[in-house]
């Protein structure tokens, strides 16, 4: 109660930046409706993203810890809700109760462990099982309840799996006839995650013609996505007027 009393409510359309790699330090975001992907910046290479999160996702935690710029950048998928934390709000909760950094450091934990799942899912060997291990953490990134759908095109997550295009596009479409998925544009719905975990652990039909790696890259951000701006404010009060149950599942992510 004490987080969401403090937060903010801000609406972003989809493409609007929420924050880039290298921004001024600020606070957490706590998505409700919507989606965003987190955007990594290598500096030697085009940003791209790196995964996506579904309401109940929490993120920005590194430099409420560090005060320093982000490492990270979020971008909404699609038009999006979000509850907003300032570092200053979350300064007062723990001058209030110093036990509150044990939620916040289970926070930082889940999120690592996130790009630790995602690491280990890079080194499943097999294409359709090495896709099925992506889609399934993707499909995570949320409260349980809602239904796994996830903003991702197919050459976002080609990337994500390391797969050609085509690869990426020849395993999809089995994973659909298999009833496993529904594809549509930028966006899959998972169906069966019963059926993709046996995937993922090498079961089921050899898919024929695959490739195995990926050296496409992202287009460049255009100029309508620029604006951090489009997400506008809202006032603390009105946190509370949306389903903030989505944002955490009770607190989930914490």
């Not at 509850?83 to 930082?108: C, H, M």
């Not at 899912?121 to 359709?128: F, K, S, W």
């Amino acid at each position: 109660d004490a987080v969401l009393d403090r937060c903010l409510v801000r609406r972003c359309r989809r493409g609007d930046a929420l924050y880039r790699a290298g921004d001024p330090p600020g606070g957490l975001y706590g998505l409700i409706e919507g989606g965003v992907g987190v955007e990594l910046s290598p500096g030697d290479r085009e940003p791209y993203i790196g995964t996506f999160a579904r309401p109940g996702f929490w993120i920005g935690e590194a430099s409420v810890l560090t005060r320093g710029p982000r490492f990270v950048g979020i971008r909404a998928t699609r038009d999006s809700l979000l509850a907003y934390l300032p570092i200053p709000q979350w300064d007062a909760i723990v001058r209030s109760d110093p036990e509150a950094w044990r939620w916040f450091a289970a926070l930082t934990l889940r999120n690592c462990l996130l790009a630790v799942s995602i690491a280990d899912a890079l080194m499943t060997p097999g294409a359709a099982e090495r896709m099925a291990a992506i889609i399934l953490i993707l499909s995570s990134r949320g409260a349980p309840a809602l239904p796994a759908t996830i903003d991702v095109s197919q050459e976002d997550l080609a990337r994500m799996a390391n797969l050609s295009r085509s690869s990426a596009g020849r395993v999809l479409q089995t994973f659909e006839a298999e009833g496993l998925i529904a594809n549509t544009y930028r966006r899959v719905r998972v169906i069966d995650d019963a059926g993709l975990r046996d995937r993922k652990a090498g079961d089921g039909t050899a898919i024929h013609g695959v490739g195995a790696t990926s050296s496409g890259r992202p287009d460049r951000p255009g100029a309508d996505e620029s604006a951090p701006s489009a997400c506008r404010a809202g006032t603390r009060t009105s946190v509370r007027r949306f389903r903030v149950g989505k944002v955490t599942g009770k607190i989930h992510a914490w």
